[in-house]
Each structure stands twice: as C-alpha cells, then as structure tokens.
C-alpha cells in the first residue's frame, strides 16, 4: 500500500514537472533592445552584388566542396526564402489577388532575398485547372490561365527582378503540408491500397511530372535547381536513406537531360531533419557537381529524442545535433546543404525565441545557405493567418521585427571571408 502510494507521489511529481516546464515553453517573449532598434531603423538596402543578376556572376552554379559557385569559383550564397500556395488547395501562389506578381517580386528583392523557394504538387501538374478569377484579381492579366501558366508568370516575375529560383515537390495531394497522411509521406505512393489515397501515383509519374513543370524553364538561366521532394518520411524508420537516394538519382538525372546545368537539390529523411546517411552513400548524379543536400530546421524538431525538442535545448545540445543531422557536411567542406525551411512566429514563445536564437546564431556562425518559410501572410486554405510570415496582408510592407533583423545580418555573415575565398 505505501509503496503504490509512494509511487503515485512519484509519478504526480514527474507529470507536474513536465507540466510546468511546457508551460513555460509558451510564456511570451519580450523583444530585445537590437530587435526594437532595427524595427524603429528600417531595412537596410539590399545587396545588389549577392543577386545572380550582379556583373559579378558567371552562370550556370556548380557545387565546390561546402559551397554553390559560378563559372569563376565565386561563391552564390542562397539567401532564400519559401512563396508558397501552388502546393496547396487554390493551386497558385498565394497573394496573387492581393498583389501584382511583380510588385511582390519586387518586395522580396528589396528585403534581400535573392532567391525563392516555390512549391508545387503533384495533383497540380495532374489537373492543371483554369484558375477562378477571383483568386487573380491583382493579376488580371492572367485570367482564363491554368495553374501551370499561372506558375510559369510568377517564376518569370521573380526571375526578371535578378532573384535565382528553386522549384520544390513539395506534396502530392493539394494540401497544407505535412501531416500524418502516409499518401504524402514519399514521392510515391502505389504500394498502398488503392482506396487509400484519394491521390496516387508510381515513382515514374512523379519524374513524368518533374519534367512536365521543368520543362517550361530549360531557357531561364536563372531557374537555378530543382527541390526534388519536401520532407520525405516513414514510420518507425520505414524511409531509408538508401531508398530515398536512388529515387532522387532516377530523377536528378532525367531533369539534368533536359538541362544539365540545374542543381539537385536532396532533403534528408525523416522529414528534412537526417542527412547522415550521406557520409556513407552520397548521392551520385550522371553530372558531377550538381548535388545540394537540404535540412530543415524548426522548433518541434529533435522531437523523441532524450535532449528534447529544439525549442527546449541548450545551444551546445542544439549545435551537435545540427553536426550530426548535417552541418558535418558543411564544416568538413563535403557538401553544400540549404537549409531550405525554418521559421518562427512573429509573437513567439520562450521555447520559440531559444529555438530561434540557437538557430540563428548557428547558422551565422557557419554562414549557412538558408531559405525562411515563408513570405506568405495568409495561408491558402479559409484565409488563414500565418504567423511565421514576414509581410503584412498587403504583400509589400515588411515585417520589421527580431526574423528580420537576424535575417538581414544572416545575409551578411562571412561576406569579407567569402571574398577573401572567392579571389584567394
């Protein structure tokens, strides 16, 4: 009887522990004195000589050990961040009745970004519907368009303003990403019932449908890569690396075909978090060069494991994670990896703001590739806000707070050593 009691005791204890320190997670964050200045300062002008546009390049890029480099070894630092919406239920980027594409192209260069994530599905490129005109009301010109025109317009938007683009498989069901929907877990999805998935294709359909979208960019140079499948996973390690790489080889190398001077871009497995199969079985392409490996990196990350999610670690906990996920890759000068997706909300949390901290500081410290999600400040689906945003609803006015201030200087790390690498 004591001994049932005692444990009882024991177990209230632990629960109550787990408690408050969750609870803690979500008190909110007061912004620092760096964060109110730069919001009271404004952006600082973008750096024109960073944009594929610049003199300075000479395409097409290459990868050169940890580095993206042009025809002259000049480093392109992918300073990036994620359009999203084509991927999703409406089939178009978001903002597309707000916004003129171009004025929206305009706005991410004049925060800096010199290159853009954009996002597709595979049900996108299957129905390739006429887009409801209400959705382009700011795009009036692009009335009476299908999905697949309307995406090629964007690209040619962002891509006139000198900005590089990187299209992304992101799912193959026209929805949010990512759940536990296994239909969407992997780039194909034909071992499963048939009942099972409202949408279903074989892996050859999905590089059918890779080349189908990249075939209307072989003539824009800077239509830099191809993002070949956003956060691949499994159960209980049911996605292997060695899987996951032979598909990405079957289709980097039908895409490099048609042109081979795109890079191939690679996330890790369980869902863009683990690249360390690489060190034993880089990915191979029939093109030397062509790979860059992709990890994303957000707050509920580390999830399971004993040190925790990443919103709980301390910095060295969080920095020999990121080594042993990825960052090997970098700082043992094998391979480039973007770190294609992470974000925070703009009223974070104290889980959130040390999640974003260690992060960023990390990330500076390596002078790391990196692509923010997302630029969209409503979410396709009932108009949504989305909170990790870094535009107000009208698709021009920057969110001056603590991301874009960490951004801005992200933008900048290392451009005295790249220079001093570049020319050496």
């Given at each position: ?14 629960f109550?522990h ?10 909110p ?5 760096s ?19 610049s003199?300075?390049y ?9 580095d993206?480099v ?15 919406g ?32 954009l ?10 519907p006429t ?13 009476g ?39 969407d ?14 949408v279903?294709?074989?892996?050859e ?5 890779w ?9 824009n ?40 001077d ?9 869902s ?6 690489v060190?034993k079985?880089p990915?191979?392409l ?14 509920w ?5 004993l ?13 020999q ?27 974070p ?62 933008m ?13």
């Open positions: 009887m004591y001994i049932l009691l005692l444990s009882a005791l024991i177990a209230s204890g632990f109550l787990l408690y408050r320190a969750e609870a803690a997670l979500s008190i964050w007061v912004p620092d004195r964060a109110r200045l730069f919001s009271q300062r404004g952006l600082p002008p973008p750096l024109d000589d960073t944009f594929l546009s003199p300075e000479r395409l097409p890029l290459r990868t050169r050990g940890r993206i042009d025809q002259q070894g000049r480093r392109f630092k992918l300073s990036s961040v994620n359009w999203y084509a991927s999703d239920e409406l089939f178009i980027p978001g903002g597309l009745d707000v916004c003129h594409r171009d004025e929206i192209a305009r706005t991410i260069r004049r925060m800096g970004f010199n290159s853009v994530r996002p597709y599905s595979d049900e996108m490129v299957m129905t390739n887009i409801l005109p209400h959705l382009l009301s700011a795009n009036r010109d692009l009335v368009s299908r999905a697949l025109d309307v995406l090629e317009a964007v690209v040619e938007a962002l891509t006139a303003q000198g900005i590089a683009v990187i299209v992304n498989n992101h799912i193959t069901s026209a929805t949010w990403c990512c759940g536990a929907d296994p239909c877990a992997g780039w194909a999805n034909d071992h499963l019932p048939p009942m099972m998935c409202r279903r294709q074989t892996e359909q999905w590089v059918q449908h080349e189908e979208v990249m075939r209307r960019f072989v003539g140079p800077l239509v830099v890569g191809a993002d070949l499948r956003n956060e691949v996973r499994g159960v209980w390690g049911t996605m292997t690396w060695d899987m996951w790489a032979r598909a990405a080889e079957r289709a980097g190398n039908a895409l490099l075909k048609l042109n081979k795109w890079l191939i871009i690679v996330g890790g497995t369980e863009g978090n683990d690249l360390t199969g060190a079985r990915v191979v029939d093109v030397p060069d062509r790979v860059v490996y992709s990890a994303h990196v957000y707050s990350s580390g999830w399971g494991s040190e925790g999610r990443y919103s709980k670690r301390t910095y060295p906990s969080f920095v994670a990121m080594r042993r996920n990825w960052a090997y890759l970098v700082e043992g000068d094998i391979a480039p990896v973007w770190v294609g997706e992470f974000g925070a909300p703009d009223k949390g104290q889980g959130d703001a040390n999640y974003w901290a260690n992060l960023l500081r990390y990330l500076k410290a390596i002078d790391a590739d990196f692509g923010y999600w997302a630029i969209n400040p409503r979410k396709p689906k009932d108009n949504e806000q989305e909170t990790y945003s870094l535009v107000e609803d009208d698709w021009v006015t920057p969110v001056l707070d603590y991301r874009m201030k960490d951004l801005t200087e992200l900048r790390a290392g451009r005295k050593l790249v220079k001093e690498r570049d020319y050496a």
